[in-house]
C-alpha cells in the first residue's frame, strides 16, 4: 500500500508564491509518474502539472510559466514551485501518484487527502 501526505498550503496573496509538498510512504515498488490536482469550489478536479520519474513534466495551460513541477526520486516526494498566484488559484490541491506497490501485480492510483490554497487579499 501506498500512502500520500501533502503540506505546504495556506492563505497567500495575489502575487505571492508558495510551496506544497507531497511524501510518498509504505511498501513501494516504483512512482511511474507524480503529480497535482486541484478542485476549486463547486467545480471539478482538474489536472494541474504532473512528472515522470525520468523528469519529464506536463502542465495545464493556466499554470505554465508560473508553476514547477519537481520531484526528489529518492524521497518519493513530488513538489509544486508557485509564483505569482492568482485568485483563481484557489482551491484544494491533491497529490495524486501513480505507483506500484511492494508485491502488488500492477500499478494504482494514489491520492493524498488535499491540502487548501486560498489566494485573497
Known amino acids: 500500500q501506498v500512502q500520500l501526505v501533502e503540506s505546504g498550503g495556506g492563505l497567500v496573496q495575489p502575487g505571492g508564491s508558495l510551496r506544497l509538498s507531497c511524501a510518498a510512504s509504505g511498501t513501494i515498488f516504483s512512482i511511474p509518474s507524480m503529480g497535482w490536482y486541484r478542485q476549486g469550489p463547486g467545480k471539478q478536479r482538474d489536472l494541474v502539472a504532473t512528472i515522470s520519474e525520468y523528469g519529464d513534466t506536463n502542465y495545464v495551460d493556466s499554470v505554465k510559466g508560473r508553476f514547477t513541477i519537481s520531484r526528489d526520486n529518492a524521497k518519493n516526494t513530488v513538489y509544486l514551485q508557485m509564483n505569482s498566484l492568482k485568485p483563481e488559484d484557489t482551491a484544494i490541491y491533491f497529490c495524486?501518484?501513480?505507483?506500484?506497490?511492494?508485491?502488488?501485480?500492477?500499478?494504482?492510483?494514489?491520492w493524498g487527502q488535499g491540502t487548501q490554497l486560498t489566494v485573497s487579499s
Open positions: 495524486y501518484a501513480q505507483a506500484q506497490a511492494t508485491m502488488a501485480p500492477r500499478l494504482a492510483d494514489y
